[in-house]
């Protein structure tokens, strides 16, 4: 084959780690031969080995979205269901899944005669999200084949539940032990199919991080302060934070205090210190973080806007998408892009944290907008005071489509002593000569 | 998913040492959706596009011939930023036409390299974003720009003292477990720039040149000052009582020093309690 093209396939071998340099040589040379041009020959070469290549993946590793992969599992729960499947009686079988990674949920959509505690190997399947978690889909195109019984570590030893530190807390999850202590708590009433029932919403907290937690049962003296030992409480999703349940039947005990632990309410009801946006970047959803950086840019959509009464979506020229003409309520926000040197994260601000970071009022930038007879003028101006500036923000993190974004539940200006910054540099560089 | 490109901290020194662009491969163009970024590799390593300065505009000129472009000087402590702005970037383009030398400026720009001729390369920034800024925050940026740097520094000279015995250090690079874009930024940086100890070094000590340069006037230090005069105006002034305030203020004014400055500064010794108001428009310092 022609030189030139080495480095070519010198890239798709690399790319694709799996398949041998002959096979990709020998692919590239017969869609040379049809005249395809060098780009679009090896675009096509990329394709066609990718998705032929299944990769093996472990319970804790499974992303949504997945397509094609292979799970080594063992079958820890499976029930039959009858639906209706597009007008259609149909039988299906879901349940639960595990490796020693992990916990998972799973539905087959054609027949299987499984058993719990048997352990399979299933080929091409894919991941779907269901409850904001991931869910394993056996499907047509998939197949399972039994392994050996001892391929897998057993039943009990995998339906075990995990004890874990807050921050171990993930996707393959289904319920956790653990043991932490309560730094927010209130009441709440909620409405459970038309019943008035009080349940307990809070925050628990240990050394390495903080998560939302629900209690649907009144816990008998426990207050913000408590450290709770809890086991097998369940664990839901909600856009990539895990938030713990507990109820009746889930053992709580408070932890006494001559119980030795590796933290004390006081160590751990601190704010969270700030992370470097690279590391929030990294998780699908964070809980109560906190980062700072410079703001490099305003984007558009900040200022004041108009919000539909009934939805509270943004609208414009009075009217909302679904509700028609409406008398719109007046409101500010900010978008900010906040960077650090390590990474860039979409900010979002309420209307409250917006004055602060502004330094207007809602009032105050209705009479601007007013004089200026100009829509624009509060967005250019919010351009031209925070480009630049210093910001910390605290809130909470996730992932949507477009990227990570941090909605701030606090604002502050991070001052950090430069002089102590300047000496632990001067320090790093001692010897060095000027 | 497109994830916007990070706003690299980095003096002029580093970035005007710079002169290897890196296109982006069909691969990564495939998987991202079109979205093909050009970086720009430095000697330490890292893969530029985006770029966030605080520093002194010191030139302003108009390049254009039927359009105006404006080409600027932005000047930290190791050297200095070129930035164009023309009618793309219409906002930079104003605020460059009317902007006063010196002042402290903000940009977050994008990377452009010129190769007029093979083997030199012209780095420049096309800004996004260009604001006033003060001498607050161009002093955070050189001790943020500071640490980012050294903390590059330190992570090229621990892999290339971990595979200096090894001929090929960029190999030995590649072969060690956390292989990751930090490191092919770095073992891509040797293959093209020869970045060793020499340069590392030169780096530590452009660092160490830029921390020092804001130490001789740390931030605040005006202000500080001024509390000082004050409080020794007022103590010369006390004969026991306390001064009046408009007295204060009218020798003050005849001694040529600013009203506005003296009241802040009666204001601040207030707060930090080194005089009280014993009666109203009556300053009596506590000594």
Known sequence: MDEKFAPHIEELTRALGHVSRSVIEDELELLLKYRVPIDEAKRSVLKKFRDSSPVTKKVNDLVIGDKGIALEVRILEINEKDVNLRGEAATIFSGVLGDETGMCSFTSWKPISLNSGDAVKILNASVRSWRNRAEVNIGDRSEVELLQDTDLPDISELSETPVKKLSEIGYSDMFVSSVAAVIELYHREVDVKGHNLTIIEGVLADETGRLPFVSWSLLDGVDIGSILRFEDASVSMYRGVPSIHLNESTPVRIVGPDEELSFTFDSVNVPPEPLPIKEVLQNEGMFDVSVKGNIVSVRPGSGLITRCPECNRVIMKNACRSHGVVEGIQDMRIKLILDDGTGSLLVMLNRELSEIVYGKTLQECELVMGKSMSANVVYDDMKNILTGRYLGVRGNTSRVEYGVTFVAKSVWAPSDDPENRISALLERLEGVEV | ?287
């Open chain 2, 1 to 287: 998913m497109v994830e916007r490109e990070v706003a690299f901290r980095m003096f002029a020194k580093e970035l005007n040492d710079s002169g290897l662009t890196i296109h982006s491969t069909i691969d990564e163009a495939i998987n991202s959706e079109g979205h093909t970024p050009n970086y720009l590799l430095t000697p330490l390593g890292s893969m530029v596009n985006r770029v966030f300065i605080v520093g002194v505009i010191t030139e302003v000129d108009n390049v254009g011939n039927d359009i105006d472009t404006w080409k600027a000087r932005i000047v930290d402590p190791s050297g200095a930023f070129t930035i164009y702005a023309g009618q793309y970037q219409p906002q930079a383009a104003i605020f460059l036409s009317s902007v006063e030398t010196p002042a402290f400026v903000s940009v977050v720009g994008k990377v452009r390299v010129y190769k007029p001729d093979p083997g030199t390369s012209i780095i420049s920034l096309r800004p996004e974003e260009i604001h006033l800024a003060d001498e607050k925050m161009r002093n955070d940026w050189v001790i943020d720009t500071a640490e980012l740097t050294l903390d590059r520094v330190e992570a090229v000279s621990e892999m290339v003292s971990s595979c200096k015995s090894v001929p090929d250090t960029c190999e030995c690079i590649k072969d060690k477990a956390d292989f990751s874009e930090i490191s092919e930024g770095i073992c891509l940086a040797i293959d093209n720039y020869g970045t060793g100890s020499d340069y590392l070094d030169e780096m530590r000590s452009v660092i160490k040149k830029c921390i020092v340069s804001i130490e001789l006037a740390p931030p605040g230090n005006g202000e500080k000052d001024m509390d000082v005069v004050v409080m020794e105006l007022l103590e010369e002034l006390d004969e026991g009582k306390g001064v009046d305030y408009l007295h204060l203020l009218s020798v003050a004014k005849s001694r040529n020093i600013n009203e506005k400055a003296v009241d802040s500064a009666v204001r601040s010794l207030l707060a930090k309690g080194s005089c009280y108001e014993p009666k109203i428009g009556i300053i009596r310092p506590i000594s």
